[in-house]
């Protein structure tokens, strides 16, 4: 279970996808965290859990990753957790940056297409083409400098929300990245979707 240095973490509502702060560059984040930012960062951690998705009426009632504008929040912050678990495989991720790398024998970086979906863009799904293996450089809660290799889907997962943070949605023109966009009525029509494109 997770615990909170705040006794009352605030739940933290996500802003439409019409709301500017979406297509906007995130500021920066200084060191030390100032309480402020603490106090923040863990009601981020707090209104990711899917109870509280839930309650917050969210598209979906859980994340794999949310960034802070989602949430109305003018950080460069996010939450990282590919494979969903929002309590034990949860990380906080400040001033993230990527490069796309090259495969060995491969003259540019190696690229696939996967549907995508995001709770700012609800009831929909996009087909995203994004670099397979890349290195990801940020910050920690502590300050500390951390370089990592990501691929795959955890590559996809990190461009996502790295993608929030320098206001860009996945199905932006400007972006460049959405090769196909499908919208549902409802969502058991999204979900039987992905049910047919995983077989």
């Given at each position: 279970?997770?615990?909170?240095?705040?006794?009352?973490p605030?739940?933290?509502?996500?802003?439409?996808y019409?709301?500017?702060?979406l297509r906007?560059?995130?500021a920066?984040?200084?060191?030390?965290?100032?309480?402020?930012?603490?106090?923040?960062?863990?009601d981020?951690?707090?209104s990711?859990?899917?109870d509280?998705l839930?309650?917050?009426?969210a598209?979906?009632?859980?994340a794999?990753g949310m960034?802070?504008?989602?949430?109305?929040i003018?950080?460069?912050?996010?939450l990282y957790?590919?494979?969903?678990d929002?309590?034990?495989?949860?990380?906080?991720?400040i001033n993230?940056?990527?490069?796309?790398?090259t495969?060995?024998?491969?003259?540019?970086?190696?690229?696939?297409?996967?549907?995508?979906?995001?709770?700012?863009?609800?009831?929909?799904?996009?087909?995203?083409?994004?670099?397979?293996?890349?290195?990801?450089?940020?910050?920690?809660?502590?300050?500390?400098?951390?370089?990592?290799?990501l691929?795959?889907?955890?590559?996809?997962?990190?461009?996502?929300?790295?993608d929030h943070?320098?206001g860009?949605l996945?199905?932006?023109v400007?972006a460049g990245k959405?090769?196909?966009?499908r919208?549902?009525?409802?969502?058991?029509?999204?979900?039987?979707?992905?049910?047919?494109?995983?077989?």
């Amino acid at each position: 279970m997770i615990t909170h240095p705040n006794e009352n973490p605030t739940l933290l509502t996500l802003v439409n996808y019409h709301n500017p702060v979406l297509r906007e560059i995130m500021a920066p984040v200084t060191f030390p965290l100032s309480a402020q930012d603490k106090k923040l960062i863990n009601d981020m951690k707090y209104s990711i859990q899917k109870d509280q998705l839930r309650k917050a009426k969210a598209p979906w009632d859980a994340a794999v990753g949310m960034a802070a504008n989602q949430w109305g929040i003018h950080k460069r912050i996010f939450l990282y957790c590919p494979q969903g678990d929002a309590v034990n495989g949860l990380e906080v991720v400040i001033n993230p940056s990527y490069e796309a790398l090259t495969a060995e024998g491969e003259n540019s970086p190696l690229q696939d297409q996967r549907w995508e979906g995001c709770f700012s863009v609800p009831l929909a799904t996009g087909k995203v083409q994004r670099p397979i293996y890349i290195r990801v450089t940020y910050q920690n809660e502590a300050g500390e400098t951390l370089i990592r290799e990501l691929k795959g889907w955890e590559a996809r997962v990190w461009q996502h929300e790295n993608d929030h943070l320098n206001g860009l949605l996945y199905d932006d023109v400007k972006a460049g990245k959405c090769l196909d966009k499908r919208t549902f009525s409802s969502l058991p029509e999204v979900e039987a979707f992905y049910r047919t494109v995983r077989e």
